[in-house]
């Protein structure tokens, strides 16, 4: 819970504010793959190309190719990346409405690791998500993703704020903790009751 009174709050969306799956990416692939479903499974990670695409380092074209030789996708890219889009489930309603509340009080960021692709598509199916934020760090835009601790420094020094003051939800142990590290306040999400519990701790409820 928030240790001192923060200046900023900071979430982030996969997880969050939206929930996701990438089983369905794998659902929407297996058509087209000679691999078994297991095996599917099995071949699909996170991978330095999963990374690199994440910070923008590679192009959408170029991790999608990666992804149609490594599962061996008979398919266009057209459909590997529909089958890319496909991880996004539902709008976490809830918990945007909290952020819509602590806005009144508190500028509210997001920070989210993610791709071009992703971005536009989320950003179109869930509106009122992306408007919930004063500003929204891209991975992909800010050539850093979490859990690095440059991230999370870019971040404090683009809001000219000092790391204590802000407070991060993100729904991964490994961003909360790099997040700590670097000195931000941090809350693990595990459901809309943390953050609404974390916010009301703050003051920002």
Not at 131 to 158: Q, V, Y
């Amino acid at each position: 819970m928030p240790l001192v009174p923060p200046k900023a709050l900071l979430f982030d969306v996969g997880g969050v504010l939206i929930d996701i799956g990438f089983g369905r990416a794998l659902d929407a692939w297996s058509s087209f793959s000679a691999l078994s479903a297991d095996d599917l499974r099995r071949a699909f990670s996170f991978d330095p190309a999963y990374e690199s695409h994440e910070r923008g380092e590679i192009t959408a074209t170029e991790y999608f190719g990666h992804l149609r030789s490594r599962l061996q996708l008979a398919a266009p890219l057209e459909a590997v990346e529909a089958g890319w889009n496909a991880i996004f489930v539902r709008e976490i309603a809830q918990t945007r409405r909290l952020v819509e509340r602590a806005r009144r009080k508190l500028p509210c960021y997001a920070f989210t690791n993610t791709n071009a692709s992703h971005l536009d598509c989320w950003s179109r199916l869930y509106p009122q998500v992306s408007a919930a934020f004063d500003r929204i760090f891209a991975s992909h835009l800010m050539g850093l993703r979490k859990p690095e601790r440059l991230a999370f420094e870019h971040i404090c020094g683009t809001l000219a704020l000092a790391p204590e003051s802000i407070l991060f939800f993100d729904d991964l142990a490994e961003n909360v903790h790099a997040a700590r590290d670097a000195g931000l306040q941090a809350v693990l999400v595990r459901s809309p009751q943390d953050v609404a519990e974390a916010l009301d701790a703050a003051g920002a409820a």
